[in-house]
């Protein structure tokens, strides 16, 4: 006891005499340290990924017996293998290729990663999206970003569910980097599971899948889920369809299933949403302040397709007299914007008219087109948002022919046919229709008719999300003038 408190006096003496020499190693030892964290975080051989680090994935008795990503002969518990189907979306060594040659392509073209003016981008074509199937416009007139900085790949990452594989890949592609991997399969008793392939933790995560039916939406659910139990930053779902948009409204003892689907994407974590021309403009309101949701309208990008169409199909040579006509009363909003759009392209005014869709009660399938407007000799485009069964589309195209118009096109943002496809089958038999135009927001492996047409849509999302990145505005994205 008194040879230490001797040495802690003699110590304290010490320690008064040389602050400096304190100070000095003090400080040699903090650069020391830090220089080790500097060296040790940029190592990529002595850094661990949290995948590589998490301890239940080196133990696998603790997964389930049914696991799907874990195969057989990894099982020493079964020597079955597992019934499931398993699906994983990531790029082929085409795609990724091709994903570096446009990227190569726009930078020696400008020499520059940033976003480029609309006076500039408006001389890009897209011949690099050709997809089986589909068409696009022969310019890019609102794809104005052409790929994401690479120091923004470090911190972004895109996945596409099964319901979208097709335009995530085209979504990745315009932004110059490859789609990230995941994994949705399906147990044996049918129910959905999801894996991501690579680690998520920090990032702002783009998740692309429509909810055009309950399998979808459930994989919906469960990749925002996985992503947000994966500490992800930010997770936006970039929903081209959204499914239940047209229960919209309580009508006796049902539920109102669009507010239900809100609800349900917020429980599981989601920080934004953007759906592509929702059924009902009040959708947006049935997600909370917290979770902003942007409403993009395809309708400008088919206004210019139709304009290329029609100016290059014209026999005489000349711009036809062009009337947009609303396929219901509901429809006038987006065909006044289609018509704004079109008429500023062919420099003609255009004229507006719609088609009076009254039911005498909810429910009731047959009805009685009025048209309001004049078509006589004209030619006429139906605006709509989606195509199901078919019917009504077809009953405004009969009701246009018989009151005189010269030729009769239509466009319908989403072309949500039925398994046997009767709706494109009625369409398709119909001789006073030119052609349908769809979007590719809904996937569908089925071959269209002549009649039918899917317009690609992946430069509008794409253009969305990569503002969304910058922080730009997304409201003014459609604007000719911008």
């Known amino acids: 006891m ?14 008064n005499k040389e602050p400096r020499l304190i100070t000095s190693a003090c400080a040699a030892l903090l650069t020391v340290g830090v220089a080790a964290v500097t060296l040790d975080s940029i190592d990529p051989f002595k850094r661990k990924t949290s995948a590589e680090s998490d301890v239940a994935s080196a133990l696998p008795v603790f997964s389930s017996s049914s696991d799907p990503f874990v195969s057989a002969s990894s099982k020493p518990w079964t020597s079955e293998a597992a019934q499931v189907q398993i699906k994983s979306i990531k790029p082929s060594a085409t795609e990724k290729e091709d994903v570096s040659k446009g990227a190569q392509l726009f930078e020696n073209a400008y020499g520059l990663k940033e976003p480029l003016a609309m006076s500039t981008i408006q001389k890009q074509d897209s011949r690099f999206l050709q997809r089986d199937g589909q068409v696009t416009t022969k310019r890019m007139y ?3 970003t052409p790929f994401v900085q690479n120091a923004l790949h470090r911190r972004v990452s895109i996945f596409a569910g099964p319901a979208s594989e097709e335009v995530g890949l085209d979504i990745a592609q315009l932004l110059g980097r490859p789609l990230n991997s995941m994994s949705v399969g399906k147990f044996a008793d049918g129910e959905t599971t999801v894996k991501i392939d690579e680690t998520v933790r920090g990032k702002e995560i783009f998740i692309i899948n429509s909810t055009n039916s309950t399998d979808h939406l459930m994989e919906l659910l469960m990749t925002i889920s996985t992503l947000r139990r994966a500490s992800a930053k930010t997770i936006t779902a970039v929903i081209p369809y959204y499914g239940y948009a047209r229960q919209d409204r309580r009508s006796a003892r049902e539920p109102i299933a669009a507010a239900d689907v809100a609800l349900m994407l917020e429980k599981v974590g989601v920080d934004k949403v953007m759906c592509l021309d929702l059924h009902n403009d009040s959708l947006c309101g049935f997600f909370s302040p917290q979770v902003p949701v942007e409403h993009l309208l395809p309708g400008p990008v088919a206004a210019a397709y139709f304009h290329e169409e029609l100016e290059t199909n014209s026999e005489s040579n000349e711009f036809p007299e062009v009337v947009v006509v609303a396929a ?3 429809q006038v909003y987006r065909a006044k914007e289609f018509r704004k759009v079109l008429q500023k392209l062919s420099g003609k005014p255009t004229d507006l008219a719609f088609i009076s869709k009254v039911r005498q009660f909810p429910g009731q399938s047959a009805y009685e087109p009025y048209l309001v407007g004049d078509v006589k000799g004209k030619t006429c485009i139906i605006i709509d948002d989606i195509i199901n069964t078919g ?6 195209i009969s009701q246009l022919k018989s009151s005189g118009a010269s030729k009769v096109y239509s466009w319908a943002t989403h072309g949500v046919f039925c398994r046997d496809n009767d709706g494109v089958k009625l369409l398709q038999k119909n001789d006073g229709l030119e052609y349908c135009l769809i979007s590719n927001s809904v996937q569908s492996s089925e071959p269209l008719p002549s009649k039918m047409r899917k317009l690609n849509v992946a430069p509008l999302l794409a253009e969305a999300i990569a503002r969304s990145v910058f922080n730009q505005s997304i409201i003014g994205m459609l604007n000719l003038n911008a």
Do not use: V
């Open 328 to 330: 219901h009363e509901g």
């Open 2 to 15: 008194f040879k230490s408190r001797i040495l802690l006096r003699n110590a304290r003496s010490w320690t």
């Open 391 to 396: 019917g009504t589309m077809d009953r405004c």
């Open 142 to 144: 609102f794809y104005k």
